[in-house]
């Protein structure tokens, strides 16, 4: 269904608000952006991510949401944070299913390493394609790119 990408995200960065703490989340995209996409899907998505960024990135790490232009008809939803990232090598390897970067001193906090492959498979499953890359916040950047709605057909003809 079509729903406002902006109204989607701050919906999921509210419910984060608490879990944030002190890191400060900022979003960064136009207001009138209609993506097809299942509501659901996308919130899971979403917080997968925002979750993830809030484990692995310590205070005062930043959390940015922003979208970059894509190919016709798509959007890039980047979900990134200042954290310690991923090294080079594992980038590639972060959508496997129960891949986990290994980290010093994380103890019980170890994830099972399937939560990025769950991602993949959502936003595959709404049409989309997924892409993890360094931020430029300095930690790991997940890249969602996602179907525009079309325009209606009355907007078109203007």
Not at 2 to 7: A, I, N, P, W
Not at 14 to 32: I, Q, S, Y
Not at 120 to 146: D, K, N, P, Y
């Amino acid at each position: 269904e079509v729903y406002e990408l902006r109204e989607l995200v701050e919906a999921a960065v509210r419910r984060l608000d608490v879990t944030a703490g002190e890191r400060p989340v900022t979003v960064d995209m136009a207001d009138d952006l209609p993506v097809l996409v299942d509501a659901v899907f996308f919130d899971e998505v979403l917080t997968n991510l925002l979750e993830n960024a809030v484990r692995y990135a310590p205070p005062p790490a930043p959390i940015r949401i922003a979208t970059r232009e894509a190919d016709p008809g798509h959007v890039t939803l980047v979900v990134e944070d200042g954290g310690p990232g991923v090294p080079p090598e594992a980038l590639s390897r972060v959508f496997d299913k129960f891949f986990r970067v290994d980290r010093p001193r994380e103890g019980s906090r170890r994830g099972l390493g399937i939560g990025l492959s769950v991602v993949r498979g959502l936003v595959e499953a709404m049409g989309g394609r997924t892409e993890a890359a360094r931020s430029e916040l300095g930690g790991l950047a997940i890249r969602l790119t996602l179907r525009v709605a079309p325009a209606p057909i009355a907007e078109a003809v203007r």
